[in-house]
């Protein structure tokens, strides 16, 4: 059933391929090092993630597992795209449509020619009418399914619930120096009312640069929107690391280049540097 592209568009599908595409950004990995980490070659991850072949439940949990993401709602839009991929959604409703006219045909041809004491066999009527109900107890069965899968989508679609009074932010995973080398968002780093904005300016037409400091981590890192296959992106402080991200495929440029963070406890001297594919390196101190 995954071996084999669907014959035509299905928009679960897509859509699963899109999230799964958003998670391997927030993870960090390229390619190659996604099938190292896990049991499916490089082109197997390429498939799933590009909707030509529907990714095993397996590899989803694992994806969320390196992204650090709850795997509910990614599971239950998995559900529904394999009901959507095989076909199970559609193909019990029109046979049942189509026996249940011919049983009643059958029923009104067979009382017009038949008389009451030459009426058909009780057992034999019997037979088509749970035949009949099977039937529509399949479709419902895969009616159920999908209806539960696309209530549990809709119930986490908006991944945060509403905040009350009484709720709190979780905490994050990393604090200053332990932030380096993680991504923002897995850590539970970017949250907008800990963000504060270093720097945001435009470094040429339709690409923008934020230089980004979480409050509460106590980390900073860089982003750039609109990045192209070959750009590079990097963060630095005197003293650390360089924390770098660069645009390795197609699946990269549909999402924000972020750059693993760096420990933000001494803001003195940070740099960032972004060198578009075939250009010129431009730093920015600040």
Same mark, same amino acid.
């Given at each position: 059933m995954t071996d084999t592209a669907p014959p035509t568009a299905k928009p679960v599908c897509?859509? %699963? /391929?899109? @999230?799964?595409?958003?998670?391997?950004?927030?993870?960090? %990995? +390229?390619? /190659?090092? %996604?099938? @190292?980490?896990?049991?499916? +070659?490089? +082109? +197997?991850? @390429?498939?799933?993630?590009?909707?030509?072949?529907?990714?095993?439940?397996? /590899?989803v949990e694992a994806l969320c597992t390196m992204a650090h993401e709850p795997p509910g709602r990614l599971l239950a839009l998995w559900e529904l795209a394999d009901l959507e991929w095989s076909g199970r959604a559609h193909r019990t409703v029109p046979p049942t449509a189509k026996e249940a006219a011919t049983s009643s045909r059958g029923d009104r041809a067979s009382n017009r020619k038949t008389s009451p004491d030459h009426a058909i066999p009780g057992p034999a009527r019997r037979w088509g009418i749970q035949r009949h109900r099977r039937a529509l107890a399949a479709a419902c069965m895969v009616g159920l399914t999908a209806a539960i899968g696309v209530t549990a989508l809709l119930r986490t679609t908006a991944e945060k619930p509403p905040k009350t009074a009484s709720s709190a932010p979780p905490a994050p995973g990393c604090h200053a120096r332990t932030c380096a080398n993680h991504q923002p968002t897995a850590m539970g780093c970017a949250m907008p009312s800990h963000e504060k904005i270093l720097r945001d300016q435009q470094i040429s037409p339709g690409v923008r640069l934020e230089v980004v400091y979480s409050t509460q981590c106590r980390a900073a890192w860089a982003v750039v929107g609109n990045a192209h296959v070959g750009d590079v992106l990097t963060v630095s402080i005197p003293g650390s690391a360089p924390q770098q991200a660069k645009v390795s495929d197609k699946y990269d440029e549909e999402s924000p280049l972020i750059t693993p963070m760096t420990d933000g406890s001494d803001l003195t001297g940070l740099q960032t540097c972004f060198k578009p594919a075939g250009g010129h390196n431009e730093c920015f101190l600040r």
């Open positions: 897509v859509r %699963l /391929a899109k @999230e799964l595409r958003v998670l391997r950004t927030q993870t960090g %990995l +390229s390619m /190659a090092t %996604l099938a @190292e980490r896990t049991k499916y +070659s490089k +082109s +197997s991850w @390429e498939r799933y993630l590009n909707g030509k072949q529907l990714a095993p439940r397996q /590899a």
